[in-house]
């Protein structure tokens, strides 16, 4: 079992940066393929990005591209997004969710562990 806690989250202007963190316990991170979704207030929750056991490879939802990036440090079992460039329709609560399956089409119902969510508000 793996619990995950995110960290990170504020109120930034537009065109300003947040760094998300998620730290995961348990001897078992490295096993797990990353995630993070986000859920705006009214919308469905939907896929941000996520990242394979070793880091090398990334997938990222169009809206993002370019703006946000994924990484991991196993020996700190934790993962990280970068976001940069922020736009207002980024304000969501960002979730980080631990899975088994690393796909093109990345959703929810791959990931088997979700932490609790990070707020995230961008001004405009």
């Known amino acids: 079992q793996v619990q995950l806690v995110e960290s990170g989250g504020g109120l930034v202007q537009a065109g300003g940066s947040l760094r998300l963190s998620c730290a995961a316990s348990?001897?078992?991170?490295?096993?797990?393929?990353m995630g993070w979704f986000r859920q705006a207030l009214g919308k469905e929750r939907e896929f941000v990005s996520a990242?394979?056991?070793?880091?090398?490879?990334?997938y990222y939802t169009d809206s993002v591209k370019g703006r946000f990036t994924i990484s991991r440090d196993n020996a700190k079992n934790t993962v990280y997004l970068q976001m940069n460039s922020l736009k207002p329709e980024d304000t969501a609560v960002y979730y980080c969710?631990?899975?088994?399956?690393?796909?093109?089409?990345?959703?929810?119902?791959?990931?088997?562990?979700w932490g609790q969510g990070t707020q995230v508000t961008v001004s405009s």
């Open positions: 990242i394979n056991l070793s880091g090398s490879s990334t």
């Open positions: 969710a631990a899975g088994l399956l690393f796909v093109p089409t990345m959703s929810a119902t791959n990931f088997r562990y």
């Open positions: 348990g001897r078992t991170f490295r096993s797990y393929v």
